[in-house]
């Protein structure tokens, strides 16, 4: 049973460009949830998808959107890029939206933005 | 924002010790989570304590909550080099809609095992 998986691993962009960043949630989950974590930092909430419809939204622009497709997997999009979206983007799922966080989370291995 | 603030920040410990790490938070929470990540790569999770609980255990790993004093502490017992890692804390909480907010992390404890 493959757990969460993520696309690209790493990832170079230069400022102003758009980027989108895949994710594939563990078999039996129907709900994905999206994370920043720069260096040094904990991981902060972006928002978490449902029934292919975005249910929760942490404290990020609207620069920041998502998409939740039949088969559950994800994307995370992010225009305009700045110098400060460089940062590790972790992707969870989980199940039982719109209760989903009161359950284990299971994290990807992520994916590493570098914006120069 | 960040609702947990672990400390200490950073730990090192010798083999076969055990580790304590803390965490405090600052609105109501439905449960806390811990998780370690190793190398800034993706989270496992550890354990999860619900807010009506007061002490959880799972192998090597005791947690305890005190709501009244919106605090938890993570104790690794007899640690071992494969335990150097960051650890975190994350709180869920209700939203205002009947449902649940993402998780909200601390900024970690860097936890290292000296063999």
């Known amino acids: 049973d493959a757990g969460v998986t993520q696309s690209p691993t790493h990832l170079i962009k230069t400022r102003g460009q758009q980027v989108t960043l895949r994710c594939s949630p563990k078999s039996g989950h129907d709900t994905v949830s999206w994370y920043q974590q720069a260096l040094g930092q904990g991981p902060q909430f972006i928002f978490q998808y449902y029934e292919e419809e975005e249910r929760q939204r942490g404290n990020f622009p609207d620069r920041f959107s998502g998409h939740q497709f039949p088969n559950y997997s994800s994307e995370l999009n992010v225009n305009a890029l700045l110098l400060g979206d460089s940062a590790l983007y972790l992707c969870?799922?989980?199940?039982?939206?719109?209760?989903?966080?009161?359950?284990?989370?299971?994290f990807g291995p992520g994916t590493r933005l570098t914006v120069l | 924002s960040q609702q947990g603030e672990e400390d200490p920040q950073a730990l090192s410990i010798q083999e076969g010790e055990n580790a304590t790490m803390n965490c405090s938070y600052k609105t109501s929470i439905n449960n806390l989570q811990w998780y370690r990540q190793n190398s800034g790569r993706g989270l496992v999770h550890l354990i999860l304590?619900?807010?009506?609980?007061r002490e959880k255990h799972s192998g090597r790993l005791r947690v305890t909550l005190d709501t009244s004093k919106k605090s938890s502490s993570l104790l690794i017992t007899a640690s071992r080099a494969a335990d150097t890692a960051s650890y975190f804390c994350?709180?869920?909480?209700?939203?205002?809609?009947?449902?649940?907010?993402?998780?909200?992390f601390g900024k970690g404890t860097h936890l290292i095992i000296q063999p």
């Open positions: 994350a709180t869920a909480s209700p939203d205002s809609g009947g449902g649940a907010d993402g998780l909200t």
């Open positions: 304590i619900r807010s009506n609980e």
């Open positions: 969870a799922s989980s199940w039982g939206s719109p209760l989903s966080s009161y359950n284990e989370q299971f």
